[in-house]
């Protein structure tokens, strides 16, 4: 992990919601199917809002370092199955996606590895959680990729009853950031990522509930949050967080540590700098 030497200020989320990438296609999805087509094009064939969908992806790969030059890759999406973009049905074209060679994925859903060696995936997760809550509304995300996935590196160190969440968010060891957001941390630009907290078996209930959302902060991609008995201590943590570019949804979990009777374990001198 990159050493971090300068404090960072968290900006936590109110209703936990922002920034949109692996790329969201739609929510409440059922019967999901990934293809690729000859020429290169991603297939999501899927059922929702009592539709069959079939959408098109093309255009992007991988993410690009955080700079102010341009935006950051995007797929070109057509939710005509090819008609819109195309003029004829492409989506009824032969699937020539292997069975996928790539890293493991949370939320999974389906995943492929075309003749060109790059891996496209679906994943579903419930990213809009409201504080406190243990469900939302599935989302649906595509992401094309070569190569490791994006790293979410974290600790847990605690002092006293309270544990401490610190990291940082890198891909291709580069740091995930933006550069604009509002005052709730909801990012402003297409490189901007939030990392959501769920914590377990905390003071909201038995199992797993969204604590907090916070941005990955310029210049570095570190974070950090400190959780007590009265703000969503648990017993374990899951963090997870959108991928650059269209890279895939990344995810994080581990133990609360116990509380230290003299106040400080582990590496919590580095973790209490940067949570002041």
């Keep these: 992990m990159t050493r971090i030497l300068a404090p960072t200020i968290v900006v936590v989320l109110g209703l936990c919601g922002a920034a949109q ?5 739609d929510r409440k999805a059922g ?6 087509l000859q020429d290169g094009i991603g297939l999501i064939s899927y059922r929702a809002h009592g539709l069959e969908r079939h959408v ?17 890759v995007e797929f070109h999406l057509d939710y005509s199955g090819g ?22 994925l949370a939320w999974f859903v389906a995943a492929c590895t075309a003749p060109d ?22 989302e649906l995300h595509l992401s094309h990729w070569t ?16 544990d401490v969440l610190f990291g940082q968010f890198t891909y291709r060891s580069r740091p995930v950031h933006g550069f604009h957001s509002t005052s709730t941390g909801a990012p402003l630009d297409t490189y901007g990522r939030n990392i959501y907290v769920d914590t377990f078996d905390s003071r909201y209930g038995a199992g797993w509930h969204r604590e907090n959302g916070f941005l990955a902060r310029k210049p570095a ?34 133990p609360a540590l116990s509380s230290a009777a003299d106040g400080l374990t582990g590496s919590l001198g580095q973790a209490s700098t940067l949570c002041g």
């Design 31 to 36: 019967q999901v199917r990934l293809s690729v």
């Design 83 to 104: 008609y819109g973009s195309f003029g004829r049905p492409l989506w009824r074209g032969r699937n020539v996606c292997r069975p996928y060679r790539g890293p493991k």
């Design 221 to 254: 991609g570190i974070f950090c949050y400190a959780l007590g008995p009265a703000r969503g201590k648990g017993t374990r943590y899951r963090a997870t967080a959108l991928g650059p570019g269209v890279t895939p949804i990344v995810s994080w979990s581990g």
């Design 21 to 25: 990438a692996s790329q969201l296609i």
């Design 117 to 138: 060696g790059s891996h496209w995936a679906v994943q579903s997760w419930k990213r809009l959680i409201p504080m406190g809550g243990r469900d939302g509304v599935a």
């Design 147 to 162: 190569g490791g996935l994006p790293s979410l590196d974290i600790q847990v160190d605690a002092r006293s009853v309270t």
């Design 56 to 72: 098109l992806a093309w255009g992007a790969t991988n993410a690009l370092a955080p700079t102010t030059a341009r935006p950051q």
